[in-house]
């Protein structure tokens, strides 16, 4: 395995963007991202174990009951957790970018972190989603709405392979994920199944040893 340049464009196949919505106020922060696959992907997921989960995170369990997705969008600023119409907005969310890209909603994952209890203004949101210029090169923009990236080629049955991530949180980060959300593309061709068996395995020596604060996240 050897470490290069990237993050989840680093895997073919995947473009990225990021935009600010005004969910954030300060202007020169982005706070709306997308990372978007060509093709429909087989997809994985670990979950906080918080008895109390944000909507975001019940609506991309729902939109993986089939193993695959499309597209993440995700947002900083407001976790639209323990929030007034929490699932109708990470529904929202979710549509906005199904429009953007013309792919079926059930296929669009959606994840947030921020400001737990305050409603999330959706409206800035689909009013700023059809302006994410998506980017093999977005790598570092993307980045920067989620704050750290990395990539890895590696090698199978002779074919170079390429796997990328970006991850964001740096508080209440417990035991059981918390709230540090983490993305990661492939284009190496394996089965749902596996990939979860996989996440899980690595989730847990990984992940799920790290405490910063005592506190586990509802996202």
């Known amino acids: 395995m050897k470490v290069i340049q990237g993050g989840v464009c680093a895997a073919s196949g995947f473009t990225a963007g990021a935009v600010h919505s005004g ?16 093709s429909p992907c087989q997809a994985a997921a670990v979950y906080t174990r918080n ?30 957790a323990c929030a007034m119409n929490g699932h109708v907005n990470a529904v929202r969310q979710c549509e906005a970018a199904a429009r953007y890209l013309g792919v079926d909603v059930d296929d ?26 998506l980017s093999a090169d977005n790598d570092v ?30 508080g209440m980060i417990h035991p059981n994920m918390g709230t540090m959300l983490a993305f990661i593309t492939t284009d190496c061709a394996v089965s749902a199944q ?5 996440l899980y395995r690595n989730t847990q020596i990984t992940f799920n040893r790290v405490s910063v604060d005592g506190d586990t996240s509802t996202n």
């Open 141 to 170: 923009r993307c980045a920067r709405a989620k704050e750290k990236m990395a990539a890895v080629s590696f090698e199978i049955g002779g074919v170079t392979c390429h796997l990328g991530g970006i991850a964001k949180g740096s």
């Open 108 to 133: 669009v994952l959606v994840a947030s972190t921020g400001v737990i209890g305050q409603e999330l203004p959706i409206a800035c949101i689909e009013q700023v989603v059809d302006q994410i210029a």
């Open 51 to 80: 008895q109390v989960k944000a909507d975001p995170l019940q609506v991309t369990r729902d939109h993986l009951s089939d193993h695959t997705a499309r597209a993440v969008i995700v947002n900083s600023g407001n976790a639209n």
């Open 194 to 198: 596996l990939l979860q068996k996989l």
């Open 23 to 38: 969910i954030r106020k300060a202007k020169d922060r982005d706070d709306l991202a997308l990372i978007v696959s060509s």
